[in-house]
T-cell receptor, first 114, second 119 residues
Framework: AQKVTQAQTEISVVEKEDVTLDCVYETRDTTYYLFWYKQPPSGELVFLIRRNSFDEQNEISGRYSWNFQKSTSSFNFTITASQVVDSAVYFCALSEAGAQKLVFGQGTRLTINP | AAGVIQSPRHLIKEKRETATLKCYPIPRHDTVYWYQQGPGQDPQFLISFYEKMQSDKGSIPDRFSAQQFSDYHSELNMSSLELGDSALYFC??????????????????FGPGTRLTVT
């Protein structure tokens, strides 16, 4: 069965600090997809990234970077030089090939203080 | 770019009433998903449709039903509403598996959600 664990319930940092959000997943499938979504206070779910199980390349997009390690079943998300606008709940999610439904982690509430 | 449209954005109903939520996917997306997010919870998958057929089913109560129409929009019908049904209901859509950018069929784009309050 699929499972996603985000052990950090809440994180609070001061603006410009770097912050890493942890995500650990469980799946029996060899082909699967990992995602990060951002949910700002307004409530919508914003797609940030998708990573395929067969592509372990890390990715950087501006201040955001993602570290995918199959050996530890982790898909961590780092925000560099955090800004107040980064304050949101961040969800890690997993989808198995053929199933398509997303299984979400519990979410990490990130607060960036000025 | 066009996004997923959900209506209404807010809905207040009383216990035992019925509610219908609507979802209009991104153009050319033919797969629609419904999720329920309770207060302080993560989104939970309810049901999905691909080419107007139910493709997967999650923890959807028997009081709820859904369908996808010929224009690919979807409706979630909820009957005998209970206080515990109060939640944010999201619709998401994705590309068909056989077209669109490689593997993009697994990227789900969410609508703004419908906040349902049952009193």
């Amino acid at each position: 069965a699929q499972k996603v664990t985000q052990a950090q319930t809440e994180i609070s940092v001061v603006e410009k600090e770097d912050v890493t959000l942890d995500c650990v997943y469980e799946t029996r499938d060899t082909t699967y997809y990992l995602f990060w979504y951002k949910q700002p206070p307004s409530g919508e779910l914003v797609f940030l990234i998708r990573r395929n199980s067969f592509d372990e390349q890390n990715e950087i997009s501006g201040r955001y970077s993602w570290n995918f390690q199959k050996s530890t079943s982790s898909f961590n998300f780092t925000i560099t030089a955090s800004q107040v606008v980064d304050s949101a709940v961040y969800f890690c999610a997993l989808s198995e090939a053929g199933a398509q439904k997303l299984v979400f982690g519990q979410g990490t509430r990130l607060t960036i203080n000025p | 770019a066009a996004g997923v449209i959900q209506s209404p954005r807010h809905l207040i109903k009383e216990k035992r009433e019925t509610a219908t939520l609507k979802c209009y996917p991104i153009p050319r997306h033919d797969t629609v998903y419904w999720y329920q997010q309770g207060p302080g919870q993560d989104p939970q998958f309810l049901i999905s449709f691909y080419e107007k057929m139910q493709s997967d089913k999650g923890s959807i109560p028997d009081r709820f039903s859904a369908q996808q129409f010929s224009d690919y929009h979807s409706e979630l019908n909820m009957s005998s509403l209970e206080l515990g049904d109060s939640a944010l209901y999201f619709c998401a859509s994705s590309w068909p598996p056989t077209s669109g950018p490689t593997h993009s069929s697994y990227e789900q784009y969410f609508g703004p959600g419908t906040r349902l309050t049952v009193t």
